[in-house]
């Protein structure tokens, strides 16, 4: 679906993000400094979700170029941001991840990847299980859910099998393992037309079912509610979740959610360079308003500071219940 | 009829306190403290309060606690269990009542 059809199917159910914030005293949002680096470098996957919000997949061809990587690297080096965090579609597919995880954890303090664990089976990509260990790089894995079944159900037949059996091999090098140093964190998201349940009681029964049923280890698990947007609102609409699903996310608005959303110092890059608010205004095509600096390639840090954070009725994902970020709940 | 249990009316469930704020409130507060984890844990007590829901049929309890059951990772098999649990009491129940009138026909019988 078109992104022009995705906001006007948000912006006609009669409820308003804005609305919502002034309520609470907190309209406009606006960006502190940054700390998050998020660079969307592929929009390429191995794998097509139903629930994805890049709507990512084997057809993609978008790829974040050398040029664009090399500039995120200078404004790495030369600001006080604290952590890069390397999303997609699938970062490994894009050619020039293993030469950017080696410049980037020169400088970068906290060097994230966000992974499908699935394309770490294939021969090609096999490689970065030890470019990631090498470089400590912290791993983030999705995997929606603690059985094969809704797993499958979600990222396709047979993609379970493939997470749990690389998750193993990360275990061997000591990732998910308490004291190795190495950080592998799970992401959960629901399988259908609902809320994630409280992140602390998930993790537990994460943590009981996998290691008694497959002995693995991760360290923490990041619940992260599904934006009405992409593949997931073609879903919604489909089978006719859509208007209770919008009404649940405004009923769960939390105004101590929308206090910590990770945008206020987050800079989300797209694989073209153009700067966004966060990864799912970057699929709305919905650029940050940073003056005229709309590219990584103008752009330095001191231009982020202090200006209003775009906002659309997608915006009700991170501030319900709990909170949503990429850091998974916002308040415990 | 159609006005009755509508589905958005649960979103009115906040509101109940309503006109006597003060009781209202604090049941709120024992409703929060009796359904939040302790020693059993979060998921056990959203599977009880589900099986409640259904035996005392309340719509907005039982939209409430399926959602809340698949937030937390239970399958359907297991909320279906549940669901048996409390079917089998109420049968066991309605059985159990049979005690007064098999009391009452040794009694009068010849």
């Not at chain 1, 948000?10 to 949002?29: A, M, R, V």
């Not at chain 1, 970068?108 to 400590?136: C, P, Q, W």
């Not at chain 1, 992260?224 to 009404?247: A, K, S, W």
């Not at chain 1, 990770?262 to 919905?286: A, E, R």
Request: charged share 25%; net charge negative.
């Amino acid at each position: 679906m078109e992104t022009e059809e995705q906001l006007e199917i948000l912006g006609n159910t009669g409820i308003s993000f804005s609305e919502k914030l002034k309520q609470s005293d907190q309209f406009p949002i606006k960006t502190t400094s940054i700390d998050i680096l998020q660079l969307n470098i592929s929009r390429k996957c191995n794998l097509a979700c139903k629930h994805c919000h890049v709507e990512a997949g084997p057809d993609r061809g978008e790829m974040m170029s050398r040029e664009i990587l090399k500039k995120c690297l200078d404004i790495l080096k030369n600001s006080n941001i604290s952590t890069l965090d390397i999303t997609g579609g699938s970062p490994e597919m894009n050619p020039h991840l293993e030469w950017f995880i080696h410049e980037a954890s020169k400088y970068a303090k906290r060097l994230i990847v966000r992974t499908n664990l699935v394309i770490l089976k294939e021969e090609t990509y096999r490689t970065f299980i030890d470019i990631y260990t090498n470089h400590r790089v912290e791993i983030c894995a999705s995997l929606p859910h603690f059985s094969k079944e809704q797993s499958d159900r979600q990222r396709g037949c047979g993609s379970f099998e493939g997470a749990i059996d690389i998750i193993k091999q990360l275990n061997e090098k000591g990732y998910g393992i308490e004291g190795s140093g190495l950080v592998l964190d799970v992401v959960h998201n629901p399988v259908g037309a609902y809320l994630p349940g409280n992140q602390k009681a998930l993790e537990h029964e994460y943590k009981t079912r996998l290691y008694e049923t497959y002995g693995i280890h991760f360290n923490t698990l990041f619940c992260i509610t599904n934006m009405p947007m992409g593949r997931y609102l073609e879903y919604l609409l489909r089978t006719d979740n859509f208007d209770d699903y919008m009404m649940e996310l405004v009923n769960a608005f939390n105004p101590n959610a929308a206090e910590n959303v990770m945008c206020k110092n987050t800079l989300s890059v797209s694989w073209d360079g153009t700067l966004y608010n966060c990864d799912f205004n970057q699929m709305l095509c919905l650029p940050a308003k940073i003056g005229q600096k709309d590219n990584i390639m103008d752009f330095s840090p001191e231009d982020f500071k202090d200006k209003d954070i775009v906002i659309h009725n997608h915006c009700f994902g991170c501030t319900a219940g709990s909170g949503s970020s990429c850091q998974g709940a916002t308040e415990s | 009829m159609s006005d009755y249990y509508e589905k958005k009316d649960l979103a009115d469930f906040p509101n109940i306190g309503e006109y006597a704020e003060a009781e209202g409130e604090k049941f709120f507060d024992y409703y929060g403290k009796a359904t939040a984890a302790g020693k059993l844990s979060e998921r056990e007590k959203s599977l009880i309060a589900l099986t409640v829901a259904t035996v005392q049929k309340c719509p907005y309890c039982i939209d409430a606690y399926t959602n809340k059951c698949l937030s937390l990772g239970v399958s359907k098999e297991e909320m279906m269990e549940a669901v048996h649990v409390g079917a089998a009491m109420q049968a066991g129940i309605t059985l159990a009542q049979s005690t007064q009138m098999r009391k009452i026909i040794k009694k009068k019988e010849m």
